[in-house]
């Protein structure tokens, strides 16, 4: 079994930072791209960023020049560092990304998500 599981959520003040987790486990044999993801209650959800397997990386525009992402290939993990937070990042952030299995199957797994709430 492959699973992705977020963590790095939670409650901070406008002009604050976060860092988000994205760490797989399971039988994996590679991961190609990894994107995080956000949802904002009644809002479509957005394509935060991504990151391929060779670290090239895109953002939206959004969060381009405030947010980061990151990857570890050792510890099978992808980060999001938010800096200059603002209420408008409020969301629900998830990760998800395509990963080949021991077993030889290929698939799109998602994180079950983190909350992320910016006050103003």
């Known amino acids: 079994q492959v699973q992705l599981v977020e963590s790095g959520g939670g409650l901070v003040q406008a002009g604050g930072s976060l860092r988000l987790s994205c760490a797989a486990s399971?039988?994996?044999?590679?991961?190609?791209?990894m994107d995080w993801y956000r949802q904002a209650p009644g809002k479509q959800r957005e394509l935060v960023a991504t990151?391929?397997?060779?670290?090239?990386?895109t953002y939206a525009d959004s969060v381009k020049g405030r947010f980061t992402i990151s990857r570890d290939n050792a510890k099978n993990t992808v980060y999001l560092r938010m800096n200059s937070l603002k209420p408008e990042d409020t969301a629900v952030y998830s990760c998800?990304?395509?990963?080949?299995?021991?077993?030889?199957?290929?698939?799109?797994?998602w994180g079950q998500g983190t909350q992320v709430t910016v006050s103003s």
């Open positions: 990151i391929t397997s060779g670290g090239t990386t």
């Open positions: 998800n990304a395509k990963i080949s299995s021991r077993w030889g199957l290929t698939n799109i797994y």
């Open positions: 399971g039988s994996i044999f590679s991961i190609g791209t």
